[in-house]
């Protein structure tokens, strides 16, 4: 599997990791300039209200993640990007790295 789908929301692998939002957007697009981090698989979080650690762990999952990988999460610090980087680094027993204020890709 490519693409899914998590709410509704599409969801595509990419070189960065995995890819989550609406793919008519002008930041989908973007997505295609962020380079993969050495070390990391990359979530791309183009809709701020996804904040479901669990829906979050089935791409990466598909996205071949061996659980030892530190995640590096791509979305803007809004609707508590805090509480679901600690959820997904309890949840993978690893390293989650976030923004801190905006995050531009367009």
């Known amino acids: 599997?490519?693409?899914?789908?998590?709410?509704?929301?599409?969801?595509?692998l990419r070189g960065?990791?995995?890819?989550?939002?609406?793919?008519?957007?002008?930041?989908w697009?973007?997505?295609e300039w962020?380079?993969?981090?050495?070390?990391?698989?990359?979530?791309v979080l183009l809709e701020h209200s996804l904040r479901d650690v669990q829906a979050l762990m089935e791409p990466l999952r598909v996205a071949q993640w061996d659980r030892?990988?530190?995640i590096r999460l791509y979305?803007?610090?809004?609707?508590?990007l805090d509480a679901l980087a600690a959820?997904?680094?309890d949840s993978g027993n690893v390293v989650v790295t976030r923004p801190v204020s905006l995050l531009w890709l367009g």
């Open 1 to 12: 599997m490519r693409r899914g789908d998590i709410g509704g929301m599409p969801v595509k």
């Open 16 to 27: 960065v990791g995995v890819v989550i939002g609406d793919p008519r957007s002008g930041l």
């Open 29 to 31: 697009a973007a997505t």
């Open 34 to 43: 962020l380079s993969p981090e050495p070390g990391r698989i990359g979530i």
């Open 68 to 70: 030892r990988t530190p």
């Open 75 to 80: 979305s803007c610090n809004a609707n508590a």
């Open 87 to 89: 959820g997904l680094a």
